[in-house]
Each structure stands twice: as C-alpha cells, then as structure tokens.
C-alpha cells in the first residue's frame, strides 16, 4: 500500500462488519455470506465518484468492501453515502456497477469469497490462480497472502 501511496493513489475509508467465507459446514455454507453491515462516509462516495469521473479505478481491499460499495450503488455506479446492510451474493453472474479490481487474500474454490471473485475473473483465469497458490503454497484466508484481481475484459 505504501507504493501505492508514493504513485498518488487516493484512499477512502468505509466501516463494514467482515463475514467468514467457510464454516466448515457445506450445507451451511450454501448459506453464505451472511447480511455484512457498512457505512459509508460522504467523503468517501464523493472520492468514488471523483475517481471515476476522473477514469481512475476503483479497487476494493477485501471483499467485504466490494460487497459494501455494490450495496451503496445506484445502477449507474454512483455510491451512496451511509449506512446500510450488503444482503446480495456477487458471483459470476453479477454485473459491478463500481469497483475495478479487489486486493484481497487468497481463497479456495467452493467458498463464498471465492464465488465473488467469479465477478471479476473467468473459471480459467481463476483454476490457473487456485494452482500456482497450490503449487507455491501460498497461505489462504486469514493467514497471510493475498492477491490483486482486474477484473477481465469480459466482466466490465
């Protein structure tokens, strides 16, 4: 994030409650996510806006900010400011009306913020990421690597 900051990329802040991605319960986790409150500072929607005015990307940290900034967004991808509840799943189906690209940790397949990141990414892109995690033993979850997903061409 510091390279970040040294190339001028702005920041905005949102407060949202965090869901988990697995119980461990597959019948449970067909459940998955839970409703994740959020809210949102007008200083924040107005950066977003800003941003996009301006053609700059949006990127959220984590999914639990993808999930916060889709709920607070008209159709034409402008960002209400306050409070509210993300209640939707993003999966491949769904169209994003504002974010970009997602810093987020690594997920398994089957996981609900795995399922999100169909919103960004095909199955091939994907299955190719899920394998060099594998096969570089790249921590998921909680513990420690994470990865920045564009979305593709075809998701925009």
Known sequence: ???WRRRDVGFATLTHAAGVS???DPALDLRLPFDEPYRIPEH???QVARAKLGGNRIIAIGTSVVRALEAAANPDGNVRA???IATGRIARATRLH???AILTGVHQPGESHFELLRAFADDALLA???A???AYRYRTHEFGD???LNRQPQHL
């Open 1 to 3: 994030l510091q390279a």
């Open 146 to 148: 994470s990865m920045l």
């Open 44 to 46: 924040t929607a107005t």
């Open 22 to 24: 697995s119980t461990g």
């Open 128 to 130: 190719k990421a899920s």
């Open 82 to 84: 306050g409070i509210g």
């Open 132 to 134: 060099a995690f594998t």
């Open 98 to 100: 504002v974010v970009d």
